[in-house]
């Protein structure tokens, strides 16, 4: 059997390894649900310790697994435990924003190679933008030695409303040009045998936090990113939750205020018309301006040309009352939102991540605040709000582990 | 094998008949899945034909499924198809509302044998209501001539937050004493040998209409029941989302207007305090005794002692100008809140059903234009808005079937 055959059926699948269905559930059991031992997986399949046996063996032959330590057995006996074999191939994981991307070459069991930080301009537009980042994918993967042929996966986190199976953007707001723009065979123009994912940025997060942090074991939470907008992964039953378009968690245009600003969307009082990084940045220049704040207004004359956030954390933690209420204004509001959603979802845990997370405390102490006080205590009772405590490595880790859950796809 | 052995491990098990895994699943598919044919289950287990043939003879030598139809296969040769065996066993549907209660005899097969409808008042408490409940239930199965003893499952569907592991009503605002009330051990004073299976009234109607309605095949809609409060069903991914603590789908206590009235809850503008059956009953009566309707007052000199949502839809059936208004109104405040959940869970499709939604098409139709105004297009190109085809039938459907899904348990 060629276990490196193609599948033409699915332009996701294309590039991916066909596996028997039995060989893809132990795959899957140990990549997702971090199951080690013969012993479990047997119990996990309901299947026979002789059949999960002969599975492992073709993996094992495959060079797909390995046997790594050994474990002490209840009876006992030492049980060799299952790991993948970490080169059996690589992947790339891509976190793009907005105005920089995060890329990492990985190895079979996710473990980072190497990583890269850059900054570009989504508004470029996908041949410019594809260009740079394939350019860092390639510089990564010559400085260990690794052939672009070897590269089985690549997935990229983007900002913007992803149609998944296609993976192309579907009417993004602040990408011009990548409507519709064929991103995977861009990409495989480099890297011939991946297979190439495309999602939105917000769940890529919300799956590096699910397979690698706080999320481990936690069924249902949510991922919110405050930036440059605002959006939310969802994790429903230990899953990404897209929705039926793949537009799920698009919480931005929730309206915050009926007597709000218009937002770029064109209706008012958006959440991330008054509470994004964007809107922050846009108050803090305007508090600036009428005098309401001395400390931002002395940032400009210093030579600083534009306000951001994170200068208005900077005034805050140096005592300026008018920097400090608008963050809390802006957490509040986000919290009110967030009310909404938890009386919805009933989720356990909300992790907050994106540069405006990078605020202070008073911002996260706010949004807790408005949930609580307009949920439902039932809802609220096990919620824990809290900044990710992968920050910004969330998108990175998730986009590698986005590339490793797709290398497979089981035979139909 | 004693297949009717009881499992204590968990209540919710109590009188579950435990299945080898296998058996379970192919019960499981051909319930939910509606799946007929040895070929067909074979292909969705990945199993071999002997394999499936072996078990299905299993199940029916325990007289848990029958051959029914014979049906042309592929070959030319007829394949004899499979169904569940109608009298293995029978099951009770309760829909409890907060005033009334509808109770359905049916087969292993779901059939509906007979059904009950009566008035009752939840906060006579727990002992009273379910006394009568049984009282209608053993005399519906007296008519049928069916023992209590072969009623193997009961599925209860109640106006309240239900932790659904534990069959129990947590914090119920309009059940006074309900809380933690054992319902299943009450039921089976009655019914010894039924597993009790206790949900939220809108789970038990969004349930109905995946498995037998409008819902058959929609992965992500929600069942949004608008009636004495408000309150909603969520299905994901073809499953009923119940949340972290059973409350997900809580909408109602979700901010319409910061500056409108205080809510039972507490909060401040809930839409359930602004567009409920309750709240246009209440703004129905001010309406009258205002003098802005001249068609509600008339109804209250006509010795109608208080007025109703119906009441409403009958006074704008008659051309009452306010009476229409307050309609569009309440339809307005309940889209405006639906377009906040349309962007952040993206479901294909949204029922409206309860008491409220017979109030006429132009609450539907405001409903409708309150979501398409605040949503993104995204979310909304595919998206559904219906009344409840089932209607008031939602409830005791989902019942029944939440009851004909909790007879068999797997074996762990």
Not at 127 to 146: C, G, P, S
Not at 218 to 246: M, P, Q, W
Not at 353 to 377: D, N
Request: glycine share 12%; with cysteine.
């Amino acid at each position: 059997m060629n276990i490196h055959s193609e599948r033409l059926s699915s332009d996701l699948s294309k590039n991916s390894i066909t596996l028997p269905s039995q060989q893809h559930r132990v795959v899957d059991l140990i990549r997702t649900d971090g199951i080690h031992s013969r012993t479990d997986l047997a119990q996990r399949l309901g299947a026979s310790r002789a059949s999960v046996t002969g599975i492992v063996r073709e993996l094992l032959e495959h060079g797909i697994l390995e046997e790594t330590t050994e474990a002490e057995s209840t009876g006992g006996r030492r049980a060799k435990m299952l790991d993948f074999n970490a080169d059996f191939g690589y992947v790339i994981g891509i976190d793009m924003g907005a105005t920089s991307v995060d890329i990492a070459l990985a190895d079979f069991r996710g473990g980072f190679l190497g990583r890269h930080h850059a900054t570009l301009d989504v508004s470029d537009g996908p041949d410019v933008v594809l260009k740079q980042v394939q350019e860092i994918a390639l510089m990564l993967i010559a400085q260990h030695n690794i052939a672009a042929e070897a590269i089985l996966s690549i997935g990229i986190g983007i900002p913007g409303p992803v149609d998944f199976t296609k993976g192309v953007l579907v009417s993004p707001p602040i990408m011009p040009g990548w409507e519709q723009y064929p991103i995977r065979q861009r990409m495989r123009e480099s890297f011939s045998n991946a297979t190439v994912v495309v999602d939105n940025d917000v769940n890529v997060m919300a799956l590096g936090e699910l397979r690698s942090g706080a999320g481990k074991g936690v069924d249902n939470f949510l991922f919110v990113k405050v930036g440059t907008g605002i959006g939310c992964g969802i994790v429903a039953r230990g899953e990404i939750y897209r929705g039926s378009d793949g537009s799920a968690g698009d919480i931005g245009h929730i309206q915050a205020d009926r007597d709000g600003p218009v937002c770029h969307c064109g209706n008012i009082g958006c959440v991330e018309a008054m509470a994004s990084g964007t809107a922050i940045a846009r108050q803090a220049m305007q508090l600036a301006s009428a005098g309401s704040s001395p400390i931002l207004a002395q940032y400009l004359t210093e030579g600083i040309p534009t306000l951001t956030a994170k200068h208005v954390g900077q005034a805050a933690h140096q005592g300026d009352q008018a920097a400090m209420e608008l963050i809390k204004t802006s957490g509040s509001l986000i919290g009110q939102v967030l009310a909404g959603t938890v009386n919805f979802f009933n989720p356990s845990m909300i992790l907050i991540g994106g540069g405006v997370s990078k605020i202070g405390s008073q911002f996260l102490a706010t949004i807790r605040r408005g949930v609580l006080s307009r949920s439902l205590p039932l809802s609220t009772q096990h919620l824990r709000i809290d900044y990710s405590p992968m920050g910004d490595d969330a998108g990175v880790t998730g986009a590698v582990t986005l590339a490793l859950e797709h290398v497979f796809i089981a035979q139909a």
